[in-house]
């Protein structure tokens, strides 16, 4: 009986041992049935992820290719208003007023200088020995006329490269742009050196309207003999000398021009046209110095946004460090504790 029970009972751990076998196989099948179903998905996904990136690439570039059409059309324009955005506009015309105040008065100045030669050699000092001192002051005025108008010229240009400068400076305040030491040390610079000249202007206008007075006097005084309303006994008596302004000396001959040749000298194209031109001269030495307060006050504007420009610049550089050093840090606190782990 013993040993009876002991092969029924081997029989059923044979048949159950059988059992899991076949269960286990089955399992395997499934698995692996799975594992196929599942690379299929896997496969038919690859391929329909290839097919929407060319649906991609394909509107892309076609919507590239639409793009650029548009900017083939739309270019012209856009690199107009880009070149127009660029254009420093108070400089430009701080320049434009600077060369003509300059060109009118060096142009109408040297003119009028030999105008006023000619009406002194003719009318008020005939000996030239006389007048020898006064004619080698107005050579050299006129060499300094050459000289300011070339100097000017090229210190417009300069101011003006300068605005281009500090202009696309603060324009990319935000990205790569960087000022540097020099470029604010030299635009201080130009402050200073605008400052000195403006006050040096402002001694050149006034002394360019004391000619103006002279012959407004020898106008006023030729228009007061021609009026009817006058009344004049002596008309001789009426004089104008120029030995009292201090052109010439006192011991130049004749010295001065009363009655009738005084309103010869009026009537002379060499008076008129002097006349006219000194004020015209004078004229531009004021739209000179106006030019100058126009450039200081760019230049000093130019100056603070330079400097505030690089302070932020600055601020920029401490805040990329600052992070830069807080990604490290968590990277190497994230390795630390992988390692730990």
Known sequence: MEHSSKESERRRYRRQSHAGRKENEKQEC????????????????????????RRKTTMETQSDENQDQRQDKRGCFEC????????????LVATILCFSGVALFCGCGHVALTGTVTILENHFSKVTSDNAMLTDII?????????????????GIILLA??????????????????????RCISGMFVFLTYILGVAWLGVFGFSAVPVFLFYNMWSTCAAMKSPMAN????????????????????????????????????????YLSYHLYIVACAGAGATV????????????????????????????????????LQDITSRSKECLNSYT
């Not at 050579?139 to 210190?155: N, T, V």
């Not at 281009?164 to 400076?169: I, L």
Request: proline letters at 2%; glycine letters at 8%.
């Open 290 to 325: 106006i030019a100058l307060i126009h450039f200081l006050m760019i230049l000093s504007a130019n100056w603070a946004y330079l400097k505030d420009a690089s302070h932020m610049h600055a601020y920029q550089d401490i805040k990329m460090k600052e992070e830069r050093e």
């Open 232 to 271: 004049f006994t002596n008309i001789d008596s009426i004089c104008v000398d120029a030995r009292q302004y201090g052109i010439i000396p006192w011991n130049a001959t004749p010295g001065k021009a009363c009655g009738s040749t005084l309103g010869d000298i009026c009537n002379t194209n060499e008076f």
């Open 30 to 53: 499934q698995g692996e049935k799975g594992r196929e179903n599942l690379l299929k998905k896997e496969e038919e996904e690859e391929k329909k992820t290839f097919l929407l990136g």
């Open 139 to 155: 050579q050299l005025m006129q060499y300094i006329i050459y000289g300011i108008a070339s100097f000017f010229f090229l210190y």
């Open 162 to 183: 300068e605005g281009f400068y500090t202009t696309s400076a603060v324009k990319e305040l935000h990205s790569e742009f960087k000022t540097t030491i020099c470029g």
């Open 80 to 91: 107009c208003i880009k070149c127009l955005g660029g254009v420093p506009y108070a400089s």
